[in-house]
């Protein structure tokens, strides 16, 4: 078996789908120049000022997919800053054609593993961490390819600030059952929920995903899971 590269340690998914329009392909090239961050140079210690507007707190989404949570989020909050991730050229493209018709100041994107991104953010420097619907991976031979790991836990709690929020959504039980394994045996995540209903509760403001639309038509419960990040507290 050929070794992964250390650039797709943790991307095991598809980068292309249907062929990319001419128009797509402009705002690709013209977009990625402008929001896509240089991983090649140091990440700044001060790091709001990857971004041109002013932030008080920043956000990363991991596969944010076609992006419509990250615009939402985004637009809906232009005094955060958000970090948005997608390997997926599609994706990447539509997100893309959206901030042509919509710039924002308050965005920056990667177009490859996440892990990379990673490993480049200074530590505590992240107010949250969300991971919507990651790939599922549901047959059990091929569970060791979910972004949830202990060494990514690790990833995280370098990330986050005291008190970070890291939020985790999924419409696959074995999924959010690992999920919560996982960070109970991290011991630096503490898991919000409050009532046995509240963690099939939406977040605040939440305008849903490609990808849950999707599982909800076909009558999949979704789980909402909401984390503290206890920095030192292992
Ligand atoms: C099931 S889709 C969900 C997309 C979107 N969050 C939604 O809810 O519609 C998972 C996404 O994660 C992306 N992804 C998978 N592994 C990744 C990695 N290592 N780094 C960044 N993104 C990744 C995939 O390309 C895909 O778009």
Known sequence: MTRRSRSTEGFFGRRHGKTIRPAQSVALETGLALYRLDLASPAPDALHSLFPAPVKEIRLEIGFGGGEHLLHEAAANPDIGFIGIEPFVNGMAKMMMALDR????????????????LDWLPPASLDAIELLYPDPWPKKRHWKRRFISAVNLDRFARLLKPGGAFRFASDVDTYV???????????QFEWQARS?????????????????????????RPAYLRFRCNTGAV
């Open 102 to 117: 919509q710039p924002l100041a308050n965005l920056r994107v990667y177009d490859d593993d996440a892990m990379r991104v």
């Open 177 to 187: 059952n690992w999920t919560l394994l996982h960070c109970r045996a991290h011991g």
């Open 196 to 220: 046995a209903a509240d963690w099939h509760e939406p977040y605040e403001g939440w305008p849903g995903t490609r990808y849950e639309a999707k599982a909800l038509m076909e009558g999949r």
